[in-house]
């Protein structure tokens, strides 16, 4: 069987009855519209022309320059004055220290697991040391650091160890 090309091809029954569209005259209603809006903007200039104040006309093309007007600047209250003028006798006082501080990170029943915890502080940058105890509970591997003269420097080492993830520690003083 043949193949068909039924897409090009053309319906077998119907001619071409359509016409073309008839051209539509200009409308007259279109330009009647144009002439009354060009005519009414053309009478509006003219009333304006004809019916100006000459006065107000005058004013505005030939503006009077103002007289520049100096403005005082504010004067300071006199209570400002009378605190620049006053000193403060404070004492001060020095905190006293309780001692340096250590802070231990964990206790270990284990040496690798210390030494495990020693590395990641140390990738903290900060240095640790590992103490082995005795005691009625067996051995324990404790992970220190320190010793710290303030808290605060204690804490701030704690800090660090907090972005690293290591939580677990606590400050003490050291005996």
């Not at 022309?49 to 009077?64: R, S, T």
Request: proline share 6%.
């Amino acid at each position: 069987m043949a193949q068909h090309d039924y897409i090009n091809k053309k319906p077998a029954g119907r001619k071409n009855t359509k016409q073309a569209p008839a051209k539509k005259p200009f409308p007259i209603l279109l330009v009647v519209i144009t002439v009354l809006l060009v005519g009414g903007f053309a009478y509006g200039l003219w009333f304006i022309k004809n019916n100006a104040d000459p006065e107000l006309v005058e004013q505005q093309a030939h503006p009077k320059t103002a007289e520049k007007v100096e403005i005082a600047k504010p004067r300071a209250p006199k209570f400002i004055e009378e605190i620049k003028e006053h000193e403060i006798q404070v004492e001060v006082r020095e905190i006293e220290q309780k001692g340096p501080y250590v802070m231990q990170c964990g206790s270990f029943r284990t040496h690798a697991q210390a030494e495990t915890l020693k590395a990641k502080i140390a990738f903290a940058g900060l240095i640790s040391e590992i103490k082995k105890t005795t005691g009625t509970n067996g051995v324990w591997y404790k992970v220190r650091l320190g010793p710290y003269k303030t808290k605060r420097q204690a804490e701030s080492d704690k800090n660090k160890l907090k972005r690293v993830h290591v939580v677990s520690c606590g400050i003490w003083g050291w005996t």
